[in-house]
Each structure stands twice: as structure tokens, then as C-alpha cells.
């Protein structure tokens, strides 16, 4: 099983950016797929999670509204549109199939 994450960078309050996942080592299409980040001195916290089928989405409050999650099941590939990013959003991110196995990330940096 693995992750790599990528389209992450820097970004001015108010902006957007858009994370990809590409996943191998296994039968993506019938996992549910989830986004975690970890803050600078900060313990990792889940983000966004998406069902296999993409019939349902969730978030955590604090992205409630700005995120979207989705994926591609044809390209084994999920993807975090972020929009309103705010300094608080800052953190690597990373995408993971039950929080068990972890891609090295991509850095996100919301700053003026």
C-alpha cells in the first residue's frame, strides 16, 4: 500500500489550492479514503473522509464549507479542493486508507 501526495505550496489568506493523492497496492475503488493534516507542534488530525462510492463526503467543523473531497475510482486518485485557506490551514497534509499506512505528505503554507 502506498500514498503520494502532492500540490501542496504557498499561498497567500484566501486562497486556493488543490491536493492529490495517488494510491497503489490495493483495491482503491472499494475503500473509503480520508485527508489528515499535522500542524507545526501540533498532533494530526483528521480533515475530510469520502466513501468508496463518493455517495457520501464528510468533514471535520473547521474546513466545514471552504474543502471539498473527492476521487477519481478509474484513477485510483483522491483529490482536496481547498478553498478560503486561512493561516490556521497550514500543515502537512496527508491522504490514507484507515489511518493505518502514511504517504510523506505535502506542505501547505498559508501566510502573507
Known amino acids: 500500500v502506498q500514498f503520494v501526495e502532492s500540490g501542496g505550496g504557498l499561498v497567500q489568506p484566501g486562497g486556493s489550492l488543490r491536493l492529490s493523492c495517488a494510491a497503489s497496492?490495493?483495491?482503491?475503488?472499494?475503500?473509503?479514503m480520508s485527508w489528515y493534516r499535522q500542524a507545526p507542534g501540533k498532533e494530526r488530525e483528521w480533515v475530510a473522509t469520502?466513501?468508496?462510492?463518493?455517495?457520501?463526503?464528510k468533514y471535520t467543523d473547521s474546513v466545514k464549507g471552504r474543502f471539498t473531497i473527492s476521487r477519481d475510482n478509474a484513477k485510483n486518485t483522491v483529490t482536496l479542493q481547498m478553498n478560503s485557506l486561512k493561516p490556521e490551514d497550514t500543515a502537512v497534509y496527508y491522504c490514507?486508507?484507515?489511518?493505518?499506512?502514511w504517504g510523506k505528505g505535502t506542505l501547505v503554507t498559508v501566510s502573507s
Open positions: 490514507t486508507r484507515g489511518a493505518i499506512v
Open positions: 497496492g490495493f483495491t482503491f475503488s472499494t475503500y473509503p
Open positions: 469520502i466513501t468508496s462510492g463518493s455517495g457520501s463526503r
